[in-house]
């Protein structure tokens, strides 16, 4: 079971930024595609950004240009950075592990809040 735990959440101004980071608990990433997801009140949870077991990554439309995920496969680590925040960017973020060939093999972290407000 893979053991993944967000941090980096918090209050910030439209416009500014954070950084979220998530740590998997072993050396996952050759064989887990990782991703950040997110949730709105009253929504569904959508995808923001993933990387892929090639070390790809892909973002979603609303987050393209302002959003960058990487990783730290020394520190089995992978990381949302965002930027120019928007109050629609408020939300509960949460890291996700897949495994690339047991696609129904998933693992998730408990997520971390991040809200944008003047």
């Known amino acids: 079971q893979v053991q993944l735990v967000e941090s980096g959440g918090g209050l910030v101004q439209p416009g500014g930024s954070l950084r979220l980071p998530c740590a998997a608990s072993g050396s996952i990433f050759t064989i887990y595609r990782t991703g950040w997801y997110r949730q709105a009140p009253g929504k569904q949870r959508d995808s923001v950004a993933w990387?892929?077991?090639?070390?790809?990554?892909r973002y979603a439309d609303t987050v393209k240009g302002r959003f960058t995920n990487s990783r730290d496969n020394t520190q089995n680590t992978v990381y949302l950075k965002m930027n120019s925040l928007k109050p629609r960017d408020t939300a509960i973020y949460y890291c996700n592990a897949q495994h690339i060939i047991v696609s129904s093999v998933q693992n998730w972290g408990r997520g971390t809040q991040a809200t944008v407000s003047s």
């Open positions: 990387i892929t077991s090639d070390g790809s990554t």
